[in-house]
């Protein structure tokens, strides 16, 4: 069994006026399924309104993120799946519930973790 990262960019949601909450009861019905699939590990999205800091080896840190990297936003979910095909059917129910693409990755598995 993998993790595998659905996510989005905020930019990729482009809801018309009046279906926000359609969305969100739509996107929350798929997350509740794949609680009860039992592959569910966690979701949620990137608090925009508080700002990256970004923290040094030594333990300085500066408000901001890497000045020449995208700035990380919008949503994502975590599933523990069998296989990338599988994920990739969990990808599409998000993407259909939240009417945007979603990009898969697989997180790489580290046994001392």
Known sequence: ??????SFPSAAMDVPDGELEAVGRDAHAVIDEAKAAGVYVF???IDEAVPPVLVSADGTFAAGGYSWAPPLNGGFTVLELPSREEAIAWAARIAKACRCHQEL????FDPTS
């Not at 069994?1 to 659905?6: D, R």
């Not at 990755?105 to 790489?108: A, I, K, L, Q, S």
């Open 43 to 45: 979701a949620g999205g």
């Open 1 to 6: 069994m993998a993790k595998y990262l659905i």
């Open 105 to 108: 990755r697989v997180f790489g």
